[in-house]
């Protein structure tokens, strides 16, 4: 397979060309907007649309709650309790689609072999494993709270909706593995801030076991994130010389 | 040589199989494929999309062809799968509408060049111009929402500037019809370009209406459902011209033979070799379909096709920039409003016309097509690129 950097029969540029190029540019300029104004038309409109004040959805009743999520509710503390599940609800889906993304990057590295600078299949099982055991983690402190794992809470449907270009990158089968890589890295960077975050909150309540377990989760995380960033910019290096 | 559709009997419908892999393949790329191969799968997929859409109302007014059409509307999902899967998952919705509306405009400007009934050249040349200017709407959006140049889509081959504004083309569903081709006087070609367009606005308005609440941000999804109303009176105009008077079995002779053409057309200009041997397979297909079709005809209406269908296939249509057949379209008709089935100048539409009170009302909390274009100006590497510069400067 050739690098994905190879030079081929790119088509997009202007330059490709140039006589047909000059043209559009002719044509562009000699056409006259049919509204007068610039692209903050498009964004007064927007803020109109945001003025409305809808979200995307809430978090489920404490009616569905029980246990410590219930009395973590009753403590006077606001919203904050909510927040934490919140948080915890987008971790769970983060990790469990984290574990497809790196599904996906087995089937790659299988079939084009992960290269000198690159990751071993190992490796990237290593990773998988962590993923799913924090999945896991989460499931079990959900439930340990009382809360119902299976809610597709706003925060996790958010972090979906943020995966779904980094999944498209992962899973096209034109794409090399440096740029399922570099995909990888976008999330491995929030993740760790993620957990970082989400143990701050943890604390903040007062849920000192819960934190302690999420940082043995974050030590794994920033493990991967070295691995990860290792792998792009090793590559990257190589794939130039 | 041109091919003869009687004599060339393609494929037997029991030799047209697939299977799971076959139709799912390496699709082209945004990148390196010429801008045409593109332009070409997305007017097939409409093609057959068409087809399943045609064979389906059939089947709902005909008893008796419904086992007929169901053995061939399966290969035509089939075929309608190889190809439209063929678009590869690179394009965001936004890009992949691009490429639909350069389909719109380079085909119907081919076809309003090649078609010889002044009347429906006409009517051919008026939507051009919508979608024209449609195509400048979307290409701002790109830019201003995805920060895209819709250049890399286009690929030079088609002008981004105003055509006929899109505020200007809400009509009253009374200046949407036009008057049909006459099914006993037009000439074959007539009738194969009236599919063709029709299938291509009817797809596109499909397209825009399945994709425009798959974006977040409220301007797009306001744009689209501005296009994709506009798109629904390209299908009521499009539609209007083929003459209703067609048999249903007519009908379905005349879908197959326009299915020949576009795969020959495609096959003829197609310089992608992995794409290539499709058109050519379903070329065959086809062939194998309108004869089946024209067995049935023979049998059922005691009619010769030879009688609807050309001996052999019309000039194909041309996958080319027509650049200065636009412009000048352009220049001479973007005033041009609809009255009835006829075109009159701006200036002669009343206040009071039934279309600029439907307009008026349409536009009356605001237009999306102005605001997403507001000043807006193509250039290379988008408008970001030039104000950059400017600040450089």
Known sequence: MKSASDMGMNRTGAGTAPRLSKEMIDAARAGTPSSGGDGWALASEREEYIEQGERIGSMPPPSSLKGAATTLLKMGMGEKPNVLLDKMGERLAFERTGSRLYEALMSKVQALGGGADGPTLDEINDIYNDEVRHFELLRRALEDLGADPTVQTPSADVSGVTAMGILQVLTDPRTSVAQCLHAVLVAELADNDGWRMLIDLARSLDQDDMAKQFQQALTEEERHLRQVRGWVSRQMLAEAT | ???????????????????????????????????????????????????????????????????????????????????????????????????????????????????????????????????????????????????????????????????????????????????????????????????????????????????????????????????????????????????????????????????????????????????KPIWERFVDYELGQLHYVMDLYRSMERRDPAEILPAELPDPIDYDSHREFVREVLRDEVDLRARGTRFIHKVEEPDDALSVLYRNQMNSNGSPSQIVAAGYQWSPGTELAERAAAGAR
């Open chain 2, 1 to 275: 040589m041109a091919l003869n559709l009687m004599e060339q009997r393609g494929t037997p419908l029991d030799r047209q199989l697939f299977d799971w892999r076959d139709m799912v393949r390496v699709p082209i790329s945004k990148l390196d494929d010429d801008a045409f191969t593109r332009v070409r799968v997305i007017l097939m997929n409409g093609i057959e999309s068409e087809a399943l859409r045609f064979q389906h109302a059939c089947a709902r007014m005909n008893k008796d062809l419904q086992l007929p059409l169901a053995r061939v509307r399966r290969i035509e999902q089939h075929q309608q799968t190889l190809v439209n899967w063929l678009l590869s998952a690179d394009h965001s919705p936004l890009e992949t509408t691009i490429a639909y509306e350069q389909v719109a405009i380079e085909v119907t400007a081919s076809v309003a060049q090649h078609e010889p009934d002044p009347y429906l050249a006409q009517v051919y040349r008026f939507g051009m111009l919508e979608d024209f200017d449609h195509l400048y709407r979307y290409s701002a959006l790109l830019d201003r929402l995805e920060g895209k140049d819709a250049n890399n889509i286009l690929q030079s081959y088609t002008d981004i500037r105003p055509g006929r504004p899109t505020i200007e083309h809400h009509r009253a569903p009374e200046d949407d019809l036009r008057e049909p081709y006459d099914r006993a006087t037009a000439q074959p070609i007539s009738k194969l370009h009236a599919l063709t367009i029709m299938a291509g606005e009817h797809q596109t308005h499909d397209y825009y209406m399945h994709v425009g609440p798959l974006f977040a941000d409220p301007v797009a999804r306001q744009l689209y459902a501005e296009i994709a109303s506009i798109e629904e009176q390209h299908v009521t105009q499009y539609e209007s011209i083929i003459d209703p008077h067609e048999t249903w079995l007519e009908k379905w002779l005349l879908h197959e033979a326009a299915e020949v053409y576009n795969y020959y057309s495609c096959m003829q200009q197609e310089k992608n070799s992995r794409i």
